[in-house]
């Protein structure tokens, strides 16, 4: 790279500086340049090398370019294009293979248009055409090197920087995101679909965010008027919609997005999932308020405990049991002082073992309770140790009244034991969650012995489902708060479940409190509700949402039911129920009804009818009948349930179908053209007799033949990317493909072809599928024959004129390129006029060579449908300069016949309009129909031409530029039979009408 030489004085490099100095003295560019002309090799290699700035290496061919094995370490390559062996086009193709994306400029006199699209296909950087002055000539290769050379460094610089970019994007935890001033996402890292459960494949590039990503859209609103007052926002909440509804809540970190013009190009930031930090913030929030809450009014005593037996906390429930104030004991007193003495150490050793072992003190057990007024008190206490600290929290029940009755349930004990042992149902007695008493029905019911039942844990016999329910069951049941009977499932000895019906009461056992529950088994009446419930939401789902009309009788034939289906005829179900079905049946269809409805209710036969019926209009609508009779539970025919079916539109598309295709056969079987159709697999599937005198086959021979039998290969291939458009509109990826007009060349039986013009049209079902394809054809063998001859003889001409006009071209690189030398070396004014004039004279052989360029393709191909408004759409671009309005005024889908130039008419009619229109502000096209023929307007608001050019404008050598463009015009249409005119007003402006015979222009889809 060239040493960069600084201001003395400010230090500063300047853009000419840095233009001129690319690249240090001891690095140069190191050019390859490839070329069969060896004149042309020294004089390029002379002019690059002149500054010091290039090194060059030449070669007279590609392929001795690519054996040098030190192409690849060269800066950039220069080839021409045309070259014996391998062209320029071809050697561009193998550098990018080898070597990659060295800068590639092909440098030739050849400057057709395929030319230049075959080469940026293949990659190359720049296509520079060689002519003109060889200074400007130079001068342009040179920078055309220097930009190629830059920019291929810029690119791998880029490359690299973005590759980072990339990495940070797609592994950052956060979510970075961008979007526009309208708040469209322009970016989004793949964090983001992850945390809103988007697919990767699923873009939401170029959604609204706020209408997207916001669970509430004035959040965004919010935000950008936060970041507008302060130019950023940090830990801004927000709430955004994850994909399957929930809300994501994140933490913003946003600012102001500027573009390299300095205005505001959207806004950039992070997104920074808080959900779970926000969740566990408002659980613990509820989880506080639901404790204070629930130990503040909870209708039993409730002490908190310290470790050392300390009362912490106590509620209002236990100052009442007590009777001793609250502001006396929290803190202060330990529950030791108001147990009865006799259950004091039982208690302190449930006390500490807890805190070593929560699971060796049991949580539940009686005491006995001292208040202030030394008043024994009987109670349940309930303790558990708060997790994560040494305190427990322990509520008592006082039972006192309950144990004064005690000794009277106790002498009622034995007279429940003998009801209990009798009774069908299960009776279970427990106490801390410890069966004491099962009744023999345990054996009948579940299977289990009693001495297999008593002194088990009762969650054994549940079903593990419902076992994190009992614990506050049973402390429910101890409070007298369950009074409703509710349902569990037990595991009986077989292993099945078995539903029950759970009803019970607190007793005293064996002078104690335990639990008693009754236990129904409802195991089969569950399962029958259920089987019930699902049958009924079945049949009402079937009624409701069905298209068809179910409906029942009696034996009469008065209908009983119908379902609401009945109103698409115009009748509710209520004017329909009590009426007779025969009310509604066509006369002439009434006895066979009759005579299926008597088969179904004498015989129990299911019976299937088509018959005509009436709807509420006179309409008169074809019906299918499915019946079955319908009976009681005694086996005996009460009625009849059927269902209606809506076939009109079958049974008139039928009948239709019968009269069209009796139609089309008679056409087919007697038209000279051959018609034929096939399948989706592109199989024959029905062929004319006409068949026989253009293949020498029989329609027999030919029906079931593959078209890709039928159809040389090119003319296959013609035909399935026809296909391959028809099934993507039909996908609904465009509009529906019309008729089709291809010269398809068919095998005949002899070994021969045979050329048709062919019209293919796709053909759908009535659900709009589409099935196959139809075609027409007739013999254009003749006129294949002859068109192809005329485009041989063309392609000759016009590569012979290609061969010459390139070496021409070459010359006059030669000729121009040590003329501009011999400029700078001879001072003699007289040589120097000479020299010019061989300059001006070499500048008007290189105008002739321009115009052998571009007539030479005029009429080399065979012409076809052009679309008009893509025509002038491409034809504008890059013309028309800025302040020219382009209007274009006609129909959409009009296409004209022409030969393949016909876009160069309008370039060279817009081009002529602003080169000699002097002050030309607006240009219009439109089209206009005249007797069957398409008139063209091509219409501008400059000068005008004068009432004595209007002709010789579109003579060969008139004009003030080269003089060819009208004549070319001219020679485009006329081709195909089209002619131009010009007909405005001078001092008004041009216009030119161009005439296009009916038959050579079309519109599309109709």
Same mark, same amino acid.
């Given at each position: 790279?060239?040493?960069?030489?600084?201001?003395?004085?400010?230090?500063?490099?300047?853009?000419?500086?840095?233009?001129?100095?690319?690249?240090?003295?001891?690095?140069?560019?190191?050019?390859?340049?490839?070329?069969?002309?060896?004149?042309?090799?020294?004089?390029?290699?002379?002019?690059?090398?002149?500054?010091?700035?290039?090194?060059?290496?030449?070669?007279?061919?590609?392929?001795?370019?690519?054996?040098?094995?030190?192409?690849?370490?060269?800066?950039?390559?220069?080839?021409?294009?045309?070259?014996?062996?391998?062209?320029?086009?071809?050697?561009?193709?193998?550098?990018?293979?080898?070597?990659?994306?060295?800068?590639?400029?092909?440098?030739?006199?050849?400057?057709?248009?395929?030319?230049?699209?075959?080469?940026?296909?293949?990659?190359?950087?720049?296509?520079?055409?060689?002519?003109?002055?060889?200074?400007?000539?130079?001068?342009?290769? *040179?920078?055309?090197?220097?930009?190629?050379?830059? /920019?291929?460094?810029?690119?791998?610089?880029?490359?690299?920087?973005?590759?980072?970019?990339?990495?940070?994007?797609?592994?950052?935890?956060?979510?970075?995101?961008?979007?526009?001033?309208?708040?469209?996402l322009i970016m989004f890292s793949p964090s983001g679909y992850h945390l809103l459960?988007?697919?990767?494949?699923?873009?939401?590039?170029?959604?609204?965010?706020?209408?997207?990503?916001?669970?509430?859209?004035?959040? /965004?609103?919010?935000?950008?008027?936060?970041?507008?007052?302060?130019?950023?926002?940090?830990?801004?909440?927000?709430?955004?919609?994850?994909?399957?509804?929930?809300?994501?809540?994140?933490?913003?970190?946003?600012?102001?997005?500027y573009g390299n013009d300095g205005r505001v190009a959207g806004i950039e930031g992070?997104?920074?999932?808080?959900?779970?930090?926000?969740?566990?913030?408002?659980?613990?929030?509820?989880?506080?308020?639901?404790?204070?809450?629930?130990?503040?009014?909870?209708?039993?005593?409730?002490?908190?405990?310290?470790?050392?037996?300390?009362?912490?906390?106590?509620?209002?429930?236990?100052?009442?049991?007590?009777?001793?104030?609250?502001?006396?004991?929290?803190?202060?007193?330990?529950?030791?002082?108001?147990?009865?003495?006799?259950?004091?150490?039982?208690?302190?050793?449930?006390?500490?073992?807890?805190?070593?072992?929560? @699971?060796?003190?049991?949580?539940?057990?009686?005491?006995?309770?001292?208040?202030?007024?030394?008043?024994?008190?009987?109670?349940?206490?309930?303790?558990?140790?708060?997790?994560?600290?040494?305190?427990?929290?322990?509520?008592?029940?006082?039972?006192?009244?309950?144990?004064?009755?005690?000794?009277?349930?106790?002498?009622?004990?034995?007279?429940?034991?003998?009801?209990?042992?009798?009774?069908?149902?299960?009776?279970?007695?427990?106490?801390?969650?410890?069966?004491?008493?099962?009744?023999?029905?345990?054996?009948?019911?579940?299977?289990?012995?009693?001495?297999?039942?008593?002194?088990?844990?009762?969650?054994?016999?549940?079903?593990?489902?419902?076992?994190?329910?009992?614990?506050?069951?049973?402390?429910?049941?101890?409070?007298?708060?369950?009074?409703?009977?509710?349902?569990?499932?037990?595991?009986?000895?077989?292993?099945?479940?078995?539903?029950?019906?759970?009803?019970?009461?607190?007793?005293?056992?064996?002078?104690?409190?335990?639990?008693?529950?009754?236990?129904?088994?409802?195991?089969?009446?569950?399962?029958?509700?259920?089987?019930?419930?699902?049958?009924?939401?079945?049949? /009402?789902?079937?009624?409701?949402?069905?298209?068809?009309?179910?409906?029942?009788?009696?034996?009469?034939?008065?209908?009983?039911?119908?379902?609401?289906?009945?109103?698409?005829?115009?009748?509710?179900?209520?004017?329909?129920?009590?009426?007779?079905?025969?009310?509604?049946?066509?006369?002439?269809?009434?006895?066979?009804?009759?005579?299926?409805?008597?088969?179904?209710?004498?015989?129990?036969?299911?019976?299937?009818?088509?018959?005509?019926?009436?709807?509420?209009?006179?309409?008169?609508?074809?019906?299918?009948?499915?019946?079955?009779?319908?009976?009681?539970?005694?086996?005996?025919?009460?009625?009849?349930?059927?269902?209606?079916?809506?076939?009109?539109?079958?049974?008139?598309?039928?009948?239709?179908?019968?009269?069209?295709?009796?139609?089309?056969?008679?056409?087919?079987?007697?038209?000279?053209?051959?018609?034929?159709?096939?399948?989706?697999?592109?199989?024959?599937?029905?062929?004319?007799?006409?068949?026989?005198?253009?293949?020498?086959?029989?329609?027999?021979?030919?029906?079931?033949?593959?078209?890709?039998?039928?159809?040389?290969?090119?003319?296959?291939?013609?035909?399935?990317?026809?296909?391959?458009?028809?099934?993507?509109?039909?996908?609904?990826?465009?509009?529906?493909?019309?008729?089709? *007009?291809?010269?398809?060349?068919?095998?005949?039986?002899?070994?021969?072809? *045979?050329?048709?013009?062919?019209?293919?049209?796709?053909?759908?079902?009535?659900?709009?599928?589409?099935?196959?394809?139809?075609?027409?054809?007739?013999?254009?063998?003749?006129?294949?024959?002859?068109?192809?001859?005329?485009?041989?003889?063309?392609?000759?001409?016009?590569?012979?004129?290609?061969?010459?006009?390139?070496?021409?071209?070459?010359?006059?690189?030669?000729?121009?390129?040590?003329?501009?030398?011999?400029?700078?070396?001879?001072?003699?004014?007289?040589?120097?006029?000479?020299?010019?004039?061989?300059?001006?004279?070499?500048?008007?052989? @290189?105008?002739?060579?321009?115009?052998?360029?571009?007539?030479?393709?005029?009429?080399?191909?065979?012409?076809?449908?052009?679309?008009?408004?893509?025509?002038?759409?491409?034809?504008?671009?890059?013309?028309?300069?800025?302040?020219?309005?382009?209007?274009?005024?006609?129909?959409?889908?009009?296409?004209?016949?022409?030969?393949?130039?016909?876009?160069?008419?309008?370039?060279?009619?817009?081009?002529?309009?602003?080169?000699?229109?002097?002050?030309?502000?607006?240009?219009?096209?439109?089209? /206009?129909?005249?007797?069957?023929?398409?008139?063209?307007?091509?219409?501008?608001?400059?000068?005008?031409?004068? @009432?004595?050019?209007?002709?010789?404008?579109?003579?060969?050598?008139?004009?003030?530029?080269?003089?060819?463009?009208?004549?070319?015009?001219?020679?485009?249409?006329?081709?195909?039979?089209?002619?131009?005119?010009?007909?405005?007003?001078?001092?008004?402006?041009?216009?030119?009408?161009?005439? *296009?015979?009916?038959?050579?222009?079309?519109?599309?889809?109709?």
């Open positions: 790279m060239g040493r960069s030489i600084l201001c003395r004085n400010s230090g500063i490099e300047t853009d000419t500086m840095r233009e001129n100095n690319l690249y240090k003295m001891d690095d140069r560019i190191r050019v390859l340049y490839v070329d069969d002309e060896p004149d042309l090799l020294d004089i390029t290699k002379l002019y690059l090398e002149r500054s010091g700035e290039f090194e060059v290496g030449i070669s007279v061919s590609a392929e001795k370019a690519l054996l040098d094995p030190g192409i690849a370490s060269y800066d950039a390559i220069v080839s021409d294009y045309m070259m014996p062996g391998m062209d320029g086009i071809v050697f561009l193709r193998a550098v990018r293979e080898r070597f990659g994306d060295i800068p590639f400029i092909l440098f030739t006199g050849r400057g057709r248009e395929d030319v230049v699209i075959r080469a940026l296909n293949e990659g190359v950087d720049f296509y520079l055409q060689k002519g003109g002055d060889p200074k400007a000539q130079f001068a342009e290769l *040179v920078h055309k090197i220097r930009q190629g050379v830059r /920019r291929r460094r810029a690119e791998a610089s880029l490359k690299e920087r973005e590759e980072t970019y990339r990495m940070i994007l797609e592994n950052i935890q956060d979510v970075y995101y961008r979007c526009d001033p309208d708040g469209n459960g988007y697919d990767p494949t699923d873009s939401i590039l170029g959604k609204n965010l706020a209408e997207t990503l916001f669970a509430n859209p004035d959040d /965004r609103r919010q935000m950008i008027d936060a970041i507008e007052e302060r130019g950023a926002v940090r830990d801004f909440e927000m709430n955004l919609l994850h994909r399957n509804g929930a809300i994501v809540t994140v933490s913003a970190n946003s600012h102001t997005l992070i997104f920074r999932d808080i959900t779970e930090q926000k969740r566990s913030e408002e659980e613990l929030k509820r989880s506080e308020n639901l404790y204070r809450t629930v130990f503040e009014n909870t209708g039993t005593a409730t002490i908190l405990i310290g470790p050392d037996t300390t009362i912490l906390r106590a509620n209002a429930q236990w100052e009442r049991l007590t009777g001793v104030p609250l502001s006396e004991q929290e803190n202060t007193m330990s529950w030791t002082a108001f147990i009865h003495g006799d259950d004091v150490e039982r208690m302190k050793g449930y006390h500490y073992t807890r805190r070593g072992d929560p @699971a060796a003190a049991p949580n539940i057990y009686e005491c006995r309770l001292i208040d202030a007024k030394k008043q024994v008190h009987f109670g349940f206490v309930h303790v558990d140790v708060i997790p994560g600290t040494g305190n427990s929290i322990a509520s008592m029940v006082d039972v006192t009244e309950l144990k004064q009755v005690q000794e009277e349930l106790k002498a009622s004990e034995a007279k429940v034991r003998a009801i209990l042992d009798h009774l069908p149902d299960l009776i279970v007695v427990h106490r801390d969650g410890i069966i004491l008493y099962v009744n023999p029905a345990m054996s009948d019911t579940m299977g289990w012995q009693t001495e297999e039942a008593v002194g088990q844990p009762i969650l054994k016999f549940i079903a593990p489902e419902y076992h994190p329910k009992i614990p506050g069951a049973i402390r429910t049941r101890l409070e007298g708060g369950i009074e409703e009977p509710y349902f569990l499932e037990l595991i009986a000895r077989d292993g099945k479940p078995r539903i029950v019906s759970i009803r019970g009461t607190v007793i005293s056992f064996d002078g104690s409190p335990a639990i008693l529950n009754v236990l129904t088994d409802v195991t089969s009446v569950k399962h029958a509700e259920k089987a019930l419930h699902e049958s009924e939401e079945r049949y /009402r789902l079937l009624v409701e949402n069905t298209n068809d009309i179910i409906y029942t009788t009696d034996l009469m034939g008065r209908i009983t039911s119908i379902s609401p289906q009945i109103s698409r005829y115009g009748y509710s179900p209520d004017e329909i129920v009590s009426r007779n079905l025969s009310s509604f049946i066509v006369d002439e269809d009434l006895p066979v009804v009759l005579a299926d409805l008597e088969k179904t209710v004498s015989a129990g036969q299911a019976t299937r009818t088509v018959f005509r019926a009436m709807d509420k209009s006179g309409r008169i609508r074809w019906l299918e009948d499915n019946g079955v009779a319908l009976k009681d539970k005694s086996g005996h025919v009460i009625g009849i349930s059927g269902i209606l079916r809506d076939i009109t539109d079958r049974k008139e598309t039928e009948d239709a179908l019968r009269e069209s295709e009796k139609k089309y056969r008679m056409l087919a079987d007697n038209i000279q053209d051959v018609i034929w159709t096939a399948d989706l697999d592109m199989r024959l599937t029905y062929i004319s007799p006409s068949v026989t005198a253009l293949r020498g086959i029989t329609p027999e021979e030919a029906t079931g033949e593959s078209l890709r039998d039928a159809l040389t290969e090119e003319s296959f291939q013609v035909l399935m990317e026809s296909r391959k458009e028809g099934l993507s509109a039909v996908q609904g990826e465009g509009p529906l493909p019309g008729s089709q *007009v291809m010269d398809l060349e068919f095998r005949c039986r002899d070994g021969s072809t *045979v050329w048709t013009e062919t019209v293919v049209n796709p053909v759908f079902d009535r659900s709009g599928q589409l099935r196959g394809v139809m075609g027409v054809m007739r013999d254009i063998t003749s006129r294949k024959q002859a068109e192809d001859a005329l485009r041989k003889a063309n392609r000759k001409l016009n590569l012979l004129t290609s061969i010459t006009r390139h070496d021409i071209s070459n010359q006059l690189l030669v000729i121009n390129g040590f003329t501009g030398l011999l400029e700078t070396e001879i001072d003699d004014p007289s040589q120097r006029d000479r020299l010019s004039r061989i300059g001006s004279a070499s500048q008007r052989i @290189a105008g002739m060579i321009q115009f052998t360029r571009e007539y030479e393709n005029i009429g080399a191909e065979a012409p076809a449908w052009h679309d008009l408004p893509a025509v002038l759409e491409s034809s504008a671009e890059g013309i028309l300069p800025e302040g020219v309005t382009f209007t274009r005024d006609l129909p959409a889908g009009t296409e004209v016949f022409a030969d393949p130039m016909f876009p160069k008419v309008f370039s060279n009619l817009l081009d002529n309009a602003v080169r000699h229109g002097r002050h030309v502000t607006g240009v219009r096209i439109s089209s /206009r129909q005249s007797d069957g023929d398409l008139v063209i307007l091509v219409e501008d608001n400059g000068c005008g031409i004068a @009432a004595g050019e209007k002709e010789r404008i579109f003579e060969k050598g008139v004009g003030k530029n080269t003089g060819l463009g009208l004549f070319l015009v001219r020679e485009i249409l006329s081709l195909t039979g089209i002619s131009i005119r010009e007909t405005g007003e001078e001092g008004a402006g041009a216009r030119f009408e161009i005439t *296009v015979p009916a038959g050579e222009w079309r519109i599309a889809g109709q």
